[in-house]
């Protein structure tokens, strides 16, 4: 993508300890990925994942160009899986559903005609300290979703990732065909 100089101090985690950091301002940062509305960005000290709030600070970068809005005006299983296909490993340019990280999606309405969402999802490595970024993503993205009451995104080992569970688009993507 492109050189940027930050304009501020900003939060960032760091890739794949998933600690979080500072970034400094007038820090230069090298933009990898822009997908699911959050950033990721390589530096002379390694990869950071920004939230999509935290883009303003990258000098001469527009995100609302970048990402796409899910668009989302009423309540369906589709419209869960579409929200789960904006949520991205920061290092891997494929969703976590073609990536076949989402292992398990329940849907139920609740008393007050709403819904709660529960989904169990795994990662490529059991070491990832992205795992409970990319997770909390997922569960913001589903929970704007119309009528959501609740969601909750477990993280799951069983059974273990291999990358024979991407999907044909994301081996595509990857070019892995």
């Not at 930050?6 to 007038?26: E, M, N, R, V």
């Not at 933009?31 to 959050?38: H, P, S, V």
Request: proline share 6%; with cysteine.
């Amino acid at each position: 993508m492109s050189t940027h100089k930050l304009t501020a101090d900003i939060p960032a985690t760091a890739i794949p300890a998933g600690t979080a950091i500072t970034l400094h301002a007038g820090e230069e940062v090298f933009i990898t990925q822009t997908l699911g509305g959050n950033v990721t960005v390589r530096t002379d000290r390694g990869l950071f994942r920004l939230a999509s709030e935290q883009a303003k600070a990258i000098g001469g970068f527009d995100l609302a160009h970048a990402a796409p809005s899910s668009g989302q005006a009423t309540f369906s299983e589709q419209a869960v899986w579409d929200a789960l296909k904006t949520c991205f490993d920061p290092e891997i340019p494929v969703n976590i559903v073609d990536l076949g990280l989402v292992y398990d999606l329940a849907l139920e309405t609740t008393p007050a005609g709403g819904h709660a969402i529960d989904v169990k999802m795994t990662l490529t490595a059991p070491g990832c300290g992205m795992g409970p970024v990319i997770a909390e993503d997922a569960r913001q993205k589903i929970a704007a979703l119309p009528t959501v009451e609740s969601a909750k995104v477990h993280i799951v080992w069983d059974p273990q990732w291999t990358p024979q569970m991407i999907s044909a688009d994301g081996r595509k993507i990857l070019g892995l065909e």
